[in-house]
T-cell receptor
């Protein structure tokens, strides 16, 4: 079975540009999570969805960040405008059932903002 | 200047020995715990989980122990192999249908 699929795997862009990260969760999973991982702060939860509806976005750092889930098989995380401090690895994860269930992670998008 | 990153605890183990990775949690209301393994360039990979109504759970070469009295969780890896080298994260979920909260991680280095 296919796991969580993220694209692109790597993204390098200049500050001020719009960045869109994409995620396809595991089929049948009803929870989707976006995380950011940095050396300084470790793994941080940004936002999560249940049945395509955003439940908690308190981890989203600024208004420059937005996330959508238009359907059960696709989600995006957008940064506009991007800044060098947004450089990190962004992970998407999905799970089935309640939030206290194993989350399955994609291999992440390594984002570098110059 | 040079940025200061997280100083991950590191555990170095000889190949073939058993490894024990520890994790402390702070919230006595946490009722679900999980261990992940993260290899370089990859996402965290689920290893094993345990609920608060259990003290011990075993998987293939791994055992998770939960001590609710002292709020401590451990992951034991039997006969550690070079492929076990990775960063290991514990995570907890607090009751009330809240998402996982991840610890900072421990780096396991296996010496061949």
């Amino acid at each position: 079975d296919a796991g969580v699929i993220q694209s692109p795997r790597h993204e390098v862009t200049e500050m001020g540009q719009e960045v869109t990260l994409r995620c396809k969760p595991i089929s049948g999973h009803d929870y989707l999570f976006w995380y950011r991982q940095t050396m300084m702060r470790g793994l941080e939860l940004l936002i999560y969805f249940n049945n395509n509806v955003p439940i908690d976005d308190s981890g989203m750092p600024e208004d420059r960040f937005s996330a959508k889930m238009p359907n059960a098989s696709f989600s995006t995380l957008k940064i506009q405008p991007s800044e060098p401090r947004d450089s990190a690895v962004y992970f998407c994860a999905s799970s089935f059932g309640q939030t206290n269930q194993p989350q399955h992670f994609g291999d992440g998008t390594r984002l570098s903002i110059l | 200047g040079e940025s200061v990153g997280l100083h991950l605890p590191t555990l170095s183990v000889q190949e073939g020995d058993n490894s024990i990775i520890n994790c402390a949690y702070s919230n006595s209301a946490s009722d679900y715990f999980i261990w992940y393994k993260q290899e370089s360039g990859k996402g965290p990979q689920f290893i094993i989980d345990i609920r608060s109504n259990m003290d011990k759970r075993q998987g293939q070469r791994v055992t998770v122990l939960l001590n609710k009295t002292v709020k401590h969780l451990s992951l034991q890896i039997a006969a550690t192999q070079p492929g076990d080298s990775a960063v290991y994260f514990c995570a907890e979920s607090r009751s009330g249908n809240t998402p996982l909260v991840f610890g900072k991680g421990t780096r396991l280095s296996v010496i061949a």
